[in-house]
């Protein structure tokens, strides 16, 4: 798997060395919130360090799992990842996590999405990605439409948080639409 150099990042392949940050926000409420119900669960080191095997030994064809990571020193920054590839429809569904809220808006979500959009479609050959964000997650919407995702649909009141129903909405980009240059 290649690494994909941007100005300020890189995403690279994952390391045994990942695991304590791979870990890092499950423990942490606001970064949770913004995620779907499987962290409402606890996630123990020993369970994470199976999915980073997982990722290893690349055991599935139908993910593109990268570690967003500081251009210079390759230290971990976040995660991003393509998902469950449907390789008839060439779809992928994206997920990113930053844990550490100091590196939020910076513009480094935006630019990892865009390396690995351009990978997805120029190499990967993938037609689409798609994405579900929460309605309240503002940051989020406001990064994935900057990397030219487009609103598709919403699908009411399937999120619950502090006691109230939330909307997600579901985000695509086709190929044809990504323009950026990176
Ligand atoms: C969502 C996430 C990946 C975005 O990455 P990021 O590096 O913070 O994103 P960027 O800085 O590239 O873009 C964020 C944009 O949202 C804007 N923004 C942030 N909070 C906002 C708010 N409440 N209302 C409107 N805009 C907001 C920022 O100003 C920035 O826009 P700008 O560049 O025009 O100033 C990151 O914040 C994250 O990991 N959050 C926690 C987990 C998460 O939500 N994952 C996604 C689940 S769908």
Known sequence: MPRLIGEKIILREFRKDDL???????????????????????????????????????????????????KDTLNYIGSIDIMNINWVARIGTLGIVIPQKSSHNKGIGTEAINLLLKYSFERANLNKIELDVNEFNLGGIKCYEKCGFIREGVIRESQYREGKYYSTIKMGILKREFTVET
């Open 20 to 70: 304590p940050f791979i870990n890092s926000f499950t423990t942490d409420y606001e970064i949770c919130r913004n995620l779907s119900d499987t962290f409402l669960r606890n996630h123990p080191l020993e369970s994470t360090e199976k999915y980073l095997n997982s990722i290893l030994e690349n055991s599935s064809n139908d993910n593109l799992n990268y570690v967003i990571a500081e």
